[in-house]
């Protein structure tokens, strides 16, 4: 065999040998490396999740993106001061019973009935309707306010009614048809209170907020 013939076999070797160890030792084409486990990493898969979790997943609802929550706590404001004229309240009725500060009470029983009516004025300005059974919710509110409010009426009518001669007897308020009315809306605002406070207590216990019994209302 000549020298140019052998040259020939030994380059044709070479380029054989060359065309093995790319094919053994990873000189397939891109094709093959989408299929191995051991693939390109860099791409992103369809199913890699996100800053946000899974991608196509909405992300997990915290209570800090419960759009229920602002509307709890605003209810909450206005039902903190729901109770401020509960103490005058009390007071000015006892002292109708006992003939004493009738002007006094009779004013202090208005001004309460303005301020719970006030209350519904604030309740119906609310957007409450995330709330759970917020319907039910703020109904009972409302009715008890204006029970409230109608009872400081009475009341308070009743303190004008014992200021007027003979309108007590041995230091005691004479009852009216207005104590009677008074002392019947009391007991309707006493039930929806309750009422409320029941609808409340669950939510104010889901957001953190202030549980209230009925009288707190």
């Given at each position: 065999m000549g020298v140019p013939v052998?040259?020939?076999?030994?380059?044709?070797?070479?380029?054989?040998?060359?065309?093995?160890?790319?094919?053994?030792?990873?000189?397939?084409?891109?094709?093959?490396?989408?299929?191995?486990?051991g693939g390109d990493r860099?791409?992103?898969s369809p199913s890699a999740p996100g800053p946000d979790g899974p991608a196509g997943a909405a992300p997990d609802r915290t209570p800090a993106q419960d759009s229920a929550r602002p509307q709890a706590r605003e209810l909450d404001r206005l039902l903190a001061d729901s109770?401020?004229?509960?103490?005058?309240v009390i007071r000015s009725?006892?002292?109708?019973?006992?003939?004493?500060?009738?002007?006094?009470?009779?004013?202090?029983?208005?001004?309460a009935a303005e301020q719970r009516r006030g209350l519904v004025t604030r309740l119906d300005g609310l957007t409450v309707d995330r709330l759970p059974g917020h319907r039910e919710l703020t109904r009972s509110l409302a009715a008890a306010w204006e029970a409230s409010a109608e009872?400081?009426?009475?009341?308070?009518?009743?303190?004008?009614?014992?200021a007027r001669p003979k309108g007590c007897k041995k230091d005691?308020?004479?009852?009216?048809?207005?104590?009677?009315?008074?002392?019947?809306?009391?007991?309707?605002?006493?039930?929806?209170?309750?009422?409320?406070?029941?609808?409340?207590?669950?939510?104010?216990?889901?957001?953190?907020l202030t549980a209230r019994g009925g009288d707190q209302l």
């Amino acid at each position: 065999m000549g020298v140019p013939v052998i040259a020939a076999v030994v380059v044709g070797c070479a380029v054989l040998g060359l065309g093995v160890g790319a094919a053994l030792f990873g000189g397939g084409g891109g094709g093959d490396k989408d299929k191995s486990p051991g693939g390109d990493r860099s791409a992103v898969s369809p199913s890699a999740p996100g800053p946000d979790g899974p991608a196509g997943a909405a992300p997990d609802r915290t209570p800090a993106q419960d759009s229920a929550r602002p509307q709890a706590r605003e209810l909450d404001r206005l039902l903190a001061d729901s109770n401020d004229s509960r103490a005058a309240v009390i007071r000015s009725v006892e002292n109708i019973k006992r003939c004493t500060a009738l002007p006094q009470a009779a004013a202090d029983l208005r001004g309460a009935a303005e301020q719970r009516r006030g209350l519904v004025t604030r309740l119906d300005g609310l957007t409450v309707d995330r709330l759970p059974g917020h319907r039910e919710l703020t109904r009972s509110l409302a009715a008890a306010w204006e029970a409230s409010a109608e009872a400081d009426d009475h009341y308070a009518a009743w303190a004008d009614q014992a200021a007027r001669p003979k309108g007590c007897k041995k230091d005691k308020a004479r009852p009216t048809g207005r104590t009677a009315r008074g002392n019947a809306a009391s007991g309707r605002a006493t039930e929806a209170k309750k009422e409320a406070s029941e609808r409340w207590n669950p939510i104010a216990a889901r957001y953190g907020l202030t549980a209230r019994g009925g009288d707190q209302l």
